[in-house]
């Protein structure tokens, strides 16, 4: 089942910005992500999503509601984080969360102080001189204390510091282990890439891929950095049967890429080389993509 709907989805603001054409579902129970530069379509997207713009064309729906016809009543789903905070007039952090949960009919608030606990959120902050890093754990409790089943949070971690992003990314798991659905955007892979079932790259408005992060973690290739310490074993090496690159000869070092099938006759060969070291060098997200872009542009 599809909590989020988006089809061919068309926003065009001119000269070349907006978002032209794009479609793609987030499953039920799963982290979504949404990557791309400032100005890719993120947030034109996410804006779509949530009802607060009327597409061109194309459509989009939370839970199998029209989110433009139905904006008021998907947003009883949804916690958000916008990608541009403001705030009520308001002295404090405090007043803020006061009345929006008293407007969301919050009773319990434990949650809430659970959340400003792990976050190190000083409530009592003035909005109007918040820095950036404490507008953002307020919005962020503010999206998450009212426990919707749907979360969606436009760059929310921008302005925290490292090992903040660490702790909202704990945060975020424990809620995705209760069966919510997470759709959250970013420009960096590495944000993306520990938390995410799913990760769409967006380009110029246009969708250029979604990888399943299974696939990418499961990857059946793998690259293998090696060093030797003899010159006639690094060379020797070169010749072998194996699909090397990267040839590094100042270091002796080089790089192999190897079907994971395969991974136990490298090393059984290796035994007869004088090595230096052996690193497996990771696959990631950022790899895949650069991956389709080169593909397209053969």
């Not at 704990?170 to 892979?189: A, C, Q, V």
């Not at 070092?253 to 060098?281: S, W």
Request: net charge positive.
């Amino acid at each position: 089942m599809s909590v989020i709907k988006v089809q061919h989805l068309v926003k065009d603001y001119g000269l070349g910005r907006g978002v032209f054409d794009i479609s793609f579902e987030v499953p039920k129970g799963k982290i979504f992500g949404f990557v791309g530069t400032n100005g890719a379509g993120k947030t034109t997207t996410i804006r779509n999503i949530m009802g607060f713009i009327k597409p061109d064309s194309g459509n989009t729906y939370i839970n199998g509601l029209d989110s433009w016809l139905k904006s008021s009543q998907i947003k009883n789903y949804v916690g958000y984080v916008p990608g541009e905070i403001a705030f009520p007039d308001l002295r404090t952090g405090k007043e803020f969360l006061t009345l929006q949960a008293k407007m969301l009919g919050l009773k319990n608030t434990d949650y809430a102080n659970f959340l400003i606990k792990e976050l190190q959120l000083n409530v009592m902050s003035r909005l109007k001189t918040m820095s950036k890093g404490t507008k953002q754990k307020t919005a962020i409790v503010n999206a998450l204390m009212a426990d919707r089943e749907i979360l969606i949070l436009d760059e929310p971690t921008t302005g925290l510091d490292p090992l903040m992003r660490s702790v909202f990314v704990d945060i975020l798991k424990e809620e995705n282990s209760r069966g919510k659905t997470i759709f959250i955007s970013s420009h960096i892979f590495e944000e993306l890439e520990p938390i995410c079932d799913y990760v769409a790259l967006i380009k110029d408005g246009k969708i250029v891929d979604i990888a399943n992060m299974d696939d990418i973690r499961n990857h059946g290739v793998r690259t293998f950095k090696i060093a030797f310490n003899v010159k006639l074993d690094f060379e020797k090496f070169q010749k072998s049967l194996f699909n090397v690159k990267d040839i590094k000869p100042k270091y002796h070092q080089l790089l192999v890429d190897i079907d994971i099938n395969d991974i136990n006759l490298l090393f059984q060969t290796l035994n007869a080389y004088d090595v230096k070291f052996i690193a497996e060098v990771k696959y990631n997200l950022e790899q895949y993509f650069d991956s389709v872009f080169k593909g397209e542009a053969k």
